[in-house]
């Protein structure tokens, strides 16, 4: 069982440790989301596992036509639901199965925080997240893996007693003049002149 005093392990680590393929789409993950170690992203596969897991047993249970299993079933997909995991509307037990690692690491602070223009790249985010810039409404937040609802996620900005809360700091400058030419539609190649003359 173990003593209490420490917590056990909440994640579950590749059977095999050695896979090539399965390595470098763990690296591209990493890069892409700003992530620290492979234990993130190893965290986000097991919560989603569990999640697969309870959507499987629960879709052998609807067979039966158990009551419970229904509570159960609206019980959870009113949860990913909330997180923004599924869409607004009829999500049924298929859509938690088609769940992806991806999705799960969209809904991660320090992604949201990036991709709403908030900070120039995902780590960028992180050491912001880390260092006490971002808050979550009246709540400062410093988890970049915390979870963000899409009831939160409008709520995100810089924490009011931040230097980056002032419009005007040379990190927000620099960062809006960044978003700018990242939005400028780029200028068709103009074509070349023809050779005058033959060689």
């Excluded at 927000?172 to 005058?196: D, H, S």
Aim: with cysteine; charged share 25%; glycine share 8%.
């Amino acid at each position: 069982m173990g003593d209490p005093k420490f917590l056990r392990r909440t994640y579950d680590t590749p059977k095999h440790p050695w896979e090539a393929a399965r390595m470098e789409e763990e690296r591209k993950l990493l890069t892409k989301y700003g992530l620290k170690n492979k234990r993130e992203l190893w965290k986000a596969q097991s919560i989603l596992r569990g999640f697969r897991g309870q959507a499987r047993d629960l879709q052998a249970r609807l067979r039966t036509g158990a009551p419970q299993a229904r509570r159960e079933t609206d019980q959870l997909i009113g949860r990913l639901t909330r997180l923004g995991l599924l869409p607004v509307g009829t999500p049924t037990i298929d859509d938690v199965l088609a769940l992806t690692t991806e999705d799960l690491l969209q809904r991660r602070f320090e992604w949201i925080v990036f991709n709403r223009g908030l900070a120039p790249t995902a780590n960028g985010a992180r050491q912001w997240i880390s260092h006490g810039h971002m808050s979550i409404g009246d709540h400062r937040v410093t988890r970049p893996g915390y979870l963000v609802p899409s009831a939160e996620e409008p709520l995100i900005a810089y924490c009011p007693t931040s230097p980056l809360a002032n419009d005007d700091h040379m990190v927000r400058v620099a960062l809006r003049e960044r978003l700018q030419a990242r939005a400028a539609p780029t200028p068709p190649p103009t074509p070349e002149p023809p050779a005058v003359g033959g060689a």
